[in-house]
């Protein structure tokens, strides 16, 4: 379950683990020259970045902990 608030975003410790293995091999490649590698600049970074804007608006409409929302507190 992911929770979130203003300022962080809770994730299962699994998903926290993929994403600093991800970080990690990111960066060895990139330490590695991967950007002057045939094929990376065919990467359509337009789709990334649609998706990373797609996750952030998803996380901007999420409840955030503690808001009525998520505990169910009538105003």
């Not at 994403?19 to 091999?25: A, N, R």
């Not at 990376?40 to 808001?67: F, I, M, T």
């Amino acid at each position: 379950m992911i929770t979130s608030t203003p300022n962080t975003v809770t994730i299962p410790k699994s998903t926290y683990l993929d994403l600093v293995e991800s970080d990690f091999t990111l960066t060895a490649l990139e330490h590695a020259g991967v950007d002057n590698w045939e094929g990376y600049g065919e990467v359509d970074w337009e789709a990334v970045d649609e998706r990373v804007a797609a996750v952030k608006a998803e996380l901007d409409a999420a409840p955030v902990a503690g808001s009525q929302e998520t505990t169910g507190a009538a105003s």
